[in-house]
Nanobody, 115 residues
Framework: QLVESGGGLVYTGDSLRLSCATS????????MTWVRQAPGKDLEWVAK????????AYADSVKGRFIISEENRGTTLYLQMNNLQPDDTAVYYC??????????RGQGTQVTVFS
């Protein structure tokens, strides 16, 4: 089970840190991904991490602003989001998968960025 938290209502330029807690498994065997879905749009991957190596990758749209990390022996995943923009408004999910349909994933947390 994956449970996201940390979303909220912020203004352009603000920061948020999303968390994803797991129960029943640890990340290490999986590629963990943060994905988002804006209203009327498809799921879009944002960032991913290979817990066994610590290697990370980011979508161009968030590179330099978002940081993915994990701790607690691979049971908590984070997404530090800096310099948020209105285009970052979406429901954010953590997923234990790196390709569509990004399953399994949690229930999501809403991030809304006002200009």
């Amino acid at each position: 089970q994956l449970v996201e938290s940390g979303g909220g209502l912020v203004y352009t330029g603000d920061s948020l840190r999303l968390s994803c807690a797991t129960s029943g498994f640890v990340f290490e065997p999986y590629v963990m991904t943060w994905v988002r879905q804006a209203p009327g749009k498809d799921l879009e991957w944002v960032a991913k991490i290979f817990p066994s190596s610590g290697t990370t990758a980011y979508a161009d749209s968030v590179k330099g602003r978002f940081i993915i990390s994990e701790e607690n022996r691979g049971t908590t995943l984070y997404l530090q989001m800096n310099n948020l923009q209105p285009d970052d408004t979406a429901v954010y999910y953590c997923a234990a998968a790196s390709v569509k349909p990004f399953r399994p994933r949690g229930q999501g947390t809403q991030v809304t960025v006002f200009s």
